[in-house]
């Protein structure tokens, strides 16, 4: 017996749920690659990522997944040899590094943990070691996807800059952009990257990079350049030298209706509604724990990312869970990676979200808990509701639909 006939939920962290209006953007046909309409939306959708990073930097688009954008970050500013620092918070700046390491760069790893976020004294400390200026580059995850850990930015920058070092800094949002604040040259970012499914609401298929003064610079000298990734090449005077070959046209029209309706939100309006419902899915979270057997895996509460949220559940298989929220009612929650495989599940709140759809992913949660016997405290789904209502009051939404303002007066007879 299902119950899941009907919408499916996708409540994973990338590729998140995307908008009708994106997908009705890509339905068209295919248009001139060299002259013509293209060419606009590739200039609006270059300036408007750097909006979205917030940057007077110069931004690139690959034909990749964020992977790829981490190639072209090191290929196009570093050069065989070099050493990179990795700030692991879990999985993904450790493996960031990995990718650097096949590529001949020396990679160190700052001692880290799946359950805390980068100490910045430890960064301090490290880079004053490095009297020599070994250090070309420091990498780290803004939100890391398996771990759920957000990593304080701006403080890691001070730390840079308080040991006195020169290293580039390199900072992956793909978890994060779209989602919460990036302030890629208010806070002394050289280098950010990101991809086009978790926050940007667009399906999987395009990377993005950033690149500063001191990142374009280096990019002088760097002899890891290879003719796809290249930032000189992507910078010659025919449109298709933009994309090293055929754009990606359909998702380049999806990416840029996304955009539309971030800007039409407004980012801080974004990034406010990404915070109610992530603390919605905690405050869920937090009564679930009260049983034993779930805990959030972020120790410190400041820093459980406000894009995904990773749920430890102890002494029963999160794979009989997942598999009854899914199979039997039609949402898709996130698996246990890297070290966590086999030792949680991820709820995402990210991207293309709003209250019914978190409420019904929170409700198939505690149902399943409920199904499979898994010791929970009861009430976690009516923890987040009293949230959204604290947060939402009616008195902020009554003068309009959308619009602020208080409640109208009463009709005669009502």
């Given amino acids: 017996m299902t119950l899941r006939n009907g919408r499916e939920f996708l409540a994973i962290p990338g590729p998140t749920t995307v908008p009708d209006e994106v997908l009705q953007a890509m339905h068209r046909p295919a248009i001139e690659i060299y002259a013509g309409a293209l060419l606009d939306v590739t200039t609006s959708c270059l300036d408007d990522l750097r909006r979205?990073?917030?940057t007077e930097g110069r931004t690139y688009i690959y034909a990749a997944n964020g992977h790829g954008a981490w190639e072209a970050a090191l290929s196009n500013t570093l050069s065989r040899g070099d050493k990179v620092l990795t700030l692991g918070s879990g999985l993904f700046a450790p493996a960031w590094g990995e990718m650097a390491a096949s590529q001949g760069l020396v990679v160190e790893e700052l001692p880290a943990s799946y359950r805390h976020a980068v100490d910045p004294a430890a960064v301090e400390a490290r880079l004053r070691a490095d009297t020599a200026g070994e250090i070309k580059a420091v990498l780290v995850v803004q939100v890391d996807t398996a771990s759920?850990?957000?990593?304080?930015?701006?403080?890691?920058?001070?730390?840079?800059?308080?040991?006195?070092?020169?290293?580039?800094?390199?900072?992956?949002?793909?978890?994060?952009?779209?989602?919460?604040?990036?302030?890629?040259?208010?806070?002394?970012?050289?280098?950010?990257v990101t991809g086009s499914q978790k926050g940007l609401m667009t399906p999987p298929g395009l990377s993005f990079v950033a690149a500063g003064k001191r990142a374009l610079a280096a990019h002088e000298t760097a002899d890891l350049r290879t003719f796809y990734w290249d930032w000189t090449q992507r910078e010659g005077p025919r449109h298709y030298q933009k994309y090293c070959g055929t754009p990606p046209e359909h998702l380049l029209f999806g990416l840029r209706k996304a955009m539309d309706m971030l800007f039409e939100e407004g980012l801080p309006a974004v990034f406010e509604r990404h915070r109610i419902l992530a603390e919605a899915t905690r405050r869920a979270v937090a009564v679930w724990a009260e049983g034993g057997a779930l805990s959030f895996n972020v120790v410190e509460a400041?820093?459980?990312?406000?894009?995904?949220?990773?749920?430890?559940?102890?002494?029963?298989?999160?794979?009989?869970?997942?598999?009854?929220?899914?199979?039997?009612?039609?949402?898709?929650?996130?698996?246990?990676i890297g070290d966590l495989t086999g030792k949680a599940f991820r709820i995402a709140h990210m991207g293309h979200v709003n209250a019914p759809m978190i409420l019904g992913t929170l409700g198939v949660v505690e149902t399943s808990l409920s199904a499979l016997g898994i010791p929970h405290g009861k009430g976690g789904v009516q923890a987040a509701v009293d949230w959204l209502a604290e947060a939402a009051p009616a008195a902020e939404v009554a003068g309009g639909a959308g619009g602020l303002g208080t409640p109208r007066a009463a009709a005669p007879g009502e």
């Fill in 52 to 54: 979205i990073f917030r």
């Fill in 302 to 336: 400041e820093a459980r990312a406000n894009s995904v949220t990773t749920v430890l559940l102890d002494g029963h298989d999160p794979a009989a869970f997942l598999t009854y929220a899914d199979k039997v009612c039609g949402v898709v929650l996130g698996i246990g």
């Fill in 148 to 192: 759920s850990v957000v990593n304080d930015i701006p403080a890691i920058r001070r730390a840079i800059d308080a040991a006195g070092h020169p290293a580039l800094y390199m900072v992956d949002a793909i978890a994060s952009l779209g989602t919460m604040p990036f302030e890629m040259d208010a806070w002394g970012i050289d280098l950010a």
